[in-house]
Antibody, heavy 122, light 107 residues
Framework: QVTLKESGPGILQPSHTLSLTCSFS??????????VSWIRQPSGKGLEWLASIWWNGNTYNNPSLKSRLTVSKDTSNNQAFLKVTSVDTADTATYYC??????????????WGQGVMVTVSS | DIQMTQSPSFLSASVGDRVTINCKAS??????LNWYQQKLGEAPKRLIY???NLQTGIPSRFSGSGSGTDYTLTISSLQPEDFATYFCLQHNSFPWTFGGGTKLELK
């Protein structure tokens, strides 16, 4: 059974760096085809894919956030990480991590974490 | 980036109704289109993947169709638990992009 859970600071100040952790079980990020993606959703608004990291270490980031995103993983501890630098109020959102699979094509977001709310405020 | 235009944004319907929600892509997405349901305060849940494949455990009243740039989610007979917001997602090319959402409300 695949489960994921996000954790993060809750609130942070503008210009700071947001660091989020996705702790998961039921799969390994060292297994061929496995990936973890990050998606965010401002309150009452739509969804935005941010980034994905794959079993082989490859990453894909949404260019709309330019070079502010970094994704990484700790395979031994079944965790994935997202860092967003230079945050501002527009980064206030619920952040989700989601299991993503690759097998002769991509199979995004079949399992989701519960989400973690992040507020950027001075 | 591929833009996903979802319609309608709001939909009022009654239990037992048949409803359709549409997503139009700005270019051919080769059937790489998923549908998600999100209830208030919850994470999205995948209903359909690759246009017409029903996720395990999802009732058969949900179905998907389409090709090229035009895709549809159909709920054949609305149940009380189906009132939620629905999103489409294209995963034909990065960056993956979502439609703006359809809020399905009880009439």
């Amino acid at each position: 059974q695949v489960t994921l859970k996000e954790s993060g600071p809750g609130i942070l100040q503008p210009s700071h760096t947001l660091s989020l952790t996705c702790s998961f079980s039921g799969f390994s990020l060292s297994t061929y085809g496995m990936g973890v993606s990050w998606i965010r959703q401002p309150s009452g608004k739509g969804l935005e894919w941010l980034a994905s990291i794959w079993w082989n270490g490859n990453t894909y980031n949404n260019p709309s956030l330019k070079s502010r995103l970094t994704v990484s993983k700790d395979t031994s501890n079944n965790q994935a990480f997202l860092k967003v630098t230079s945050v501002d109020t527009a980064d206030t959102a619920t952040y989700y991590c989601a299991h993503t699979r690759y097998y002769d094509g991509y199979y995004p977001f079949d399992y989701w974490g519960q989400g973690v709310m992040v507020t950027v405020s001075s | 980036d591929i833009q996903m235009t979802q319609s309608p944004s709001f939909l009022s319907a009654s239990v037992g109704d048949r409803v359709t929600i549409n997503c139009k892509a700005s270019q051919n997405i080769n059937k790489y289109l998923n549908w998600y349901q999100q209830k208030l305060g919850e994470a999205p849940k995948r209903l359909i993947y690759n246009t017409n494949n029903l996720q395990t455990g999802i009732p058969s009243r949900f179905s998907g169709s389409g090709s090229g740039t035009d895709y549809t989610l159909t709920i054949s007979s609305l149940q009380p638990e189906d009132f939620a917001t629905y999103f489409c997602l294209q995963h034909n090319s990065f960056p993956w992009t979502f439609g703006g959402g359809t809020k399905l409300e009880l009439k």
